[in-house]
């Protein structure tokens, strides 16, 4: 089994570069270089050579190369899932999970590079045809986060590279070392070093001001805060870039009366707990009818409880630490301002210093949706429990926030089903689901959560051009 300081062999430096630090413990994992505004002007000069002849490759080729890509990341899980967590700090089980979900991406879209159908329309007029020719975008960029160093990068490689697009990526300051593994496996299936570049930086801002101001990159695509998505489509207009944004959530777990409490509890505990809460997706507000609150809490406390917190690679871990010191102090923050404001702790304690970069896992009852815990997005292992009394009051709570990217709802009612598949502002729901995501289908928000959508046949429409040609002279 390769370890993963063979896969990560060439990148690895002595002294000096961007160090990557454990979350769990500060110790140092690896430093890598650490690529300035000159490196990737370099990046992209070199992307915007090589990029023409990875498009003209047929799709046929491409996707052999991408298979094999998603075969070698398959053949290296455990090395990955070490590194993930390692840099991360979520716990294994949950690394070795992300490894087979980042995968996916790429052999998802080594099938859809070859389903890159033009049409021909129906023409209005003798002797003219209508087509319209679908060609890659160019150059493009992502911008990634730490929560997932690998499917993020995966969801936006696997359709970039399928289209036959270049792609530069900028992965977070925290993540890097998952992110150069899947750059080294790209190579060795056969990916050319200049149309998929890692470049790891501490400089974050300059980067994405280069990334935003270059007329070859066509398009980025970036997930991460809602606040720096801002900043990124204010220096994207500059150039009119095409951007796919998926930003932050808040996601709203509904449980209703007549819900199934056992799957209910099952879901809150997948939904909110995984990654100690860091998803875009986890829940953010659960909101409880009055009269199904006594048994879902208790059931939930009991669950929380019971879970164990630890260094992500110890047996058994399920609560891993959080990415770093200022993320605890907000998580932090937020449960004592809710206790402040009458809120109660019903599993769970507040952090203390000893626990360091981790936070325990905590369920509030008596959160108010005015509550700073009910308004900010909490990326932490914190249930806010919000009980309301009907369906109208649920909705317009779990509406009454600018972000719409996810909602959970639990009910056994299939018109109150579809009444909040209409009703929810938000791009995905998950009924009776805690754990939504999948390549097959659309991930993405509305409102203040993003633009665009990844995964599934929509996702490689986002690295594609429409060219509408019309041909004259063709008279029988
Ligand atoms: P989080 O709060 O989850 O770390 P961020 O939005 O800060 O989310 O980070 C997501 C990604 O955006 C990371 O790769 C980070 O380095 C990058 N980033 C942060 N600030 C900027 C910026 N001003 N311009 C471009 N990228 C940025």
Request: proline residues 6%; hydrophobic residues 45%.
């Amino acid at each position: 089994m390769t370890c993963w300081k063979d896969l990560l062999s060439p990148y690895l430096m002595g002294t000096g570069g961007l160090a990557v630090r454990d979350p769990a413990n500060g110790e140092l994992v690896a430093a890598v270089a650490d690529h300035g505004p000159r490196e990737v002007e370099a990046a992209i000069a070199a992307a915007e050579a090589a990029q023409p002849e990875w498009a003209e490759r047929p799709a046929k080729a491409r996707a052999a190369i991408l298979r094999d890509w998603h075969d070698l990341i398959l053949a290296h899980a455990e090395a990955l899932a070490q590194l993930a967590t390692l840099e991360s700090g979520k716990p294994l089980a949950e690394s070795r999970g992300e490894v087979g979900y980042a995968a996916s991406f790429i052999e998802w879209f080594a099938e859809q590079a070859k389903r890159v159908n033009g049409e021909i329309l129906p023409s209005p007029w003798p002797g003219k045809r209508v087509l319209v020719h679908k060609q890659p975008v160019g150059v493009t960029a992502a911008i990634t986060p730490w929560n997932f160093p690998l499917a993020m990068i995966t969801r936006k490689a696997g359709p970039a590279l399928g289209a036959g697009c270049a792609m530069l990526v900028k992965p977070a300051e925290a993540t890097p070392l998952s992110a150069l593994a899947l750059e080294r496996l790209a190579h060795r299936a056969g990916v050319p070093e200049a149309v998929f570049r890692v470049l790891p930086s501490s400089a974050a801002a300059a980067v994405g001001s280069v990334l935003c101001a270059s007329p070859v990159i066509r398009k980025l695509s970036f997930t991460g805060s809602t606040a720096v998505g801002k900043v990124l489509m204010q220096q994207a207009a500059a150039t009119v870039t095409r951007l796919s944004l998926e930003l932050g959530g808040s996601a709203p777990f509904i449980v209703f009366e007549d819900a199934d409490i056992d799957a209910a509890v099952a879901g809150a505990l997948a939904s909110k707990y995984r990654n100690a809460g860091q998803t875009c997706v986890c829940a953010n507000r659960f909101l409880v009818h009055h009269a199904a609150e006594r048994a879902f809490v208790d059931r939930l406390a009991a669950a929380v409880n019971a879970m164990t917190m630890g260094h992500g690679l110890a047996p058994g871990t399920q609560i891993g630490p959080l990415i770093d010191r200022r993320a605890v102090e907000n998580v932090h923050a937020l449960v004592a301002d809710a206790l402040a404001a009458g809120a109660t702790l019903a599993a769970g304690r507040e952090w203390q210093a000893d626990d360091g970069s981790f936070h325990p896992p905590v369920v509030l009852t008596g959160v108010t949706p005015h509550m700073r815990i009910a308004r900010e997005e909490i990326f932490g292992p914190v249930a806010a429990i919000i009980r309301f009394a009907d369906e109208a009051e649920a909705v317009a709570i779990a509406n009454d926030t600018p972000y719409g990217l996810a909602a959970y709802v639990y009910t056994r009612d299939p018109a109150r089903t579809w009444r909040l598949m209409d009703r929810l502002e938000c791009g995905m729901i998950g009924f009776n689901e805690g754990i939504i995501s999948t390549e097959i289908a659309p991930f993405g928000g509305i409102k203040e959560s993003g633009l665009g959508r990844e995964g599934s046949h929509h996702g490689i429409e986002e690295y594609l051009e429409m060219k509408y040609c019309l041909l004259g002279g063709m008279e029988r």
